[in-house]
T-cell receptor
Framework: LAKTTQPISMDSYEGQEVNITCSHN???????ITWYQQFPSQGPRFIIQ???TKVTNEVASLFIPADRKSSTLSLPRVSLSDTAVYYC?????????????FGTGTRLLVSP | DGGITQSPKYLFRKEGQNVTLSCEQN?????MYWYRQDPGQGLRLIYY???????QKGDIAEGYSVSREKKESFPLTVTSAQKNPTAFYLC?????????FGPGTRLLVL
């Protein structure tokens, strides 16, 4: 199982760009990188997923360097409602999500 | 409206009592999962099922039981053998590379 390491917490202000980096040194060839967002007392919500280079959707961007040993979730112009815990997961979902591990995530606090 | 529903939102258990948490999905997904989340912690896998009538233990299955008689339903029973059941329980289903979560059930012990 690919182990991931993320900062425990981050602070930001409204309107700023936030970048959360996840380290996954032993990522396997078939592994994808997926980020989830979780608000208190709610289930995690899928944000973005990628395999290599850059992926962008309406919510975030995901930057993955060539060696794939890390990835960076970028949230443009955060608002107060982006305060949440963000999880980075690495794995081959084709073999089943039971192999994916949710760590403690990164707790992002956005202030006015 | 497609999605995953969990009920109840809050559940109280008396000591020695078994309680069952409901999870229903209308996404037509084969795979379903149960996780437990303790305060300030990540999710830990209790049980998972990749197909009807089949399920496997996850990392912390002791004190829990499940059934998968229908594709859309995956109920979790917290038995009296689970000595520390107070937690937030999340059900999920998956298709392809994405996992979808329900709103969760918070279980409290009286």
């Amino acid at each position: 199982l690919a182990k991931t390491t993320q900062p425990i917490s981050m602070d930001s202000y409204e309107g700023q760009e936030v970048n959360i980096t996840c380290s996954h040194n032993n990522i396997a060839t078939n592994d994808y990188i997926t980020w989830y967002q979780q608000f208190p007392s709610q289930g995690p919500r899928f944000i973005i997923q990628g395999y290599k280079t850059k992926v962008t959707n309406e919510v975030a961007s995901l930057f993955i360097p060539a060696d794939r040993k890390s990835s960076t979730l970028s949230l443009p112009r955060v608002s107060l409602s982006d305060t949440a815990v963000y999880y980075c997961l690495v794995g081959d979902a084709n073999t089943g999500f039971q192999k994916l591990v949710f760590g403690t995530g990164t707790r992002l606090l956005v202030s006015p | 409206d497609g999605g995953i529903t969990q009920s109840p939102k809050y559940l109280f258990r008396k000591e020695g009592q078994n309680v069952t948490l409901s999870c229903e999905q209308n996404l037509n997904h084969d795979a379903m999962y149960w996780y437990r989340q303790d305060p300030g912690q990540g999710l830990r896998l209790i049980y998972y099922s990749q197909i009807v009538n089949d399920f496997q233990k996850g990392d912390i299955a002791e004190g829990y039981s499940v059934s998968r008689e229908k594709k859309e339903s995956f109920p979790l029973t917290v038995t009296s053998a689970q000595k520390n059941p107070t937690a937030f329980y999340l059900c999920a289903s998956s298709e392809g590379e994405t996992q979808y979560f329900g709103p969760g059930t918070r279980l409290l012990v009286l």
